[in-house]
């Protein structure tokens, strides 16, 4: 084999190399892009899950007779900022006493609070239909949002964990169970 064959084969095998090394960048760029619509796919699926949530509140009333004695009124919020409602809710709810399960067939846009009254949930207000807005519990030993479980406006279903991590599915005890103490 002469030079100029020396050459041809030099310059086609760094062609072949070029060609196969650019075929694995355009596999991985396809994949990199790939992970990136799914990411983008799921953040669209959630975007009206991620908008709702909720928490346990208090409102301390001093009675009025009784100037050292302290009314507490629980209740339960459910936080929904988007602009159209979910259905189908169910919130349990932990404490040391017993406490039913909130179900709900909608929670509308805006922040609604539920009361909680002798063994049963009230109907559902906004904040500006209440006296005294309810305050967070913070610090919620007493009482404390485990599950929080809805069907979305695209009919998906999600809950909400004691932590408030966001999941596809419905809850572990989704459904008539009534929560008790730890």
């Not at 002469?2 to 760029?29: N, Y």
């Not at 509140?57 to 302290?70: D, F, G, P, S, Y």
């Not at 399960?101 to 922040?111: C, D, H, N, W, Y």
């Not at 695209?154 to 459904?175: I, M, S, Y």
């Amino acid at each position: 084999m002469d030079a100029l064959g020396w050459t041809t084969l030099a310059i086609s095998l760094l062609a072949l190399v070029a060609a196969g090394w650019s075929a694995f960048e355009s596999w991985r760029l396809g994949r990199v892009e790939g992970q990136r619509d799914q990411r983008q796919e799921d953040r669209e699926r959630q975007e009206q899950a991620r908008q709702v949530a909720a928490w346990m509140c208090v409102v301390a009333e001093r009675e009025h007779n009784l100037a050292a004695t302290v009314r507490r009124r629980w209740f339960l919020a459910i936080e929904n900022s988007s602009q159209v409602p979910v259905y189908d809710g169910h919130a349990m709810i932990t404490s040391k006493y017993p406490v039913p399960a909130l179900e709900a067939a909608m929670f509308p846009p805006g922040r609604t609070y539920f009361e909680l009254g002798k063994n049963e949930w009230g109907y559902g207000v906004q904040s500006d239909e209440l006296a005294i807005v309810p305050r967070p519990l913070t610090n919620a030993e007493r009482f404390r949002v485990t599950s929080l479980a809805f069907t979305d406006a695209a009919g998906t279903r999600w809950t909400r964990d004691e932590q408030g991590r966001l999941a596809e599915g419905p809850a572990a005890a989704d459904k008539g169970a009534t929560s008790t103490g730890t």
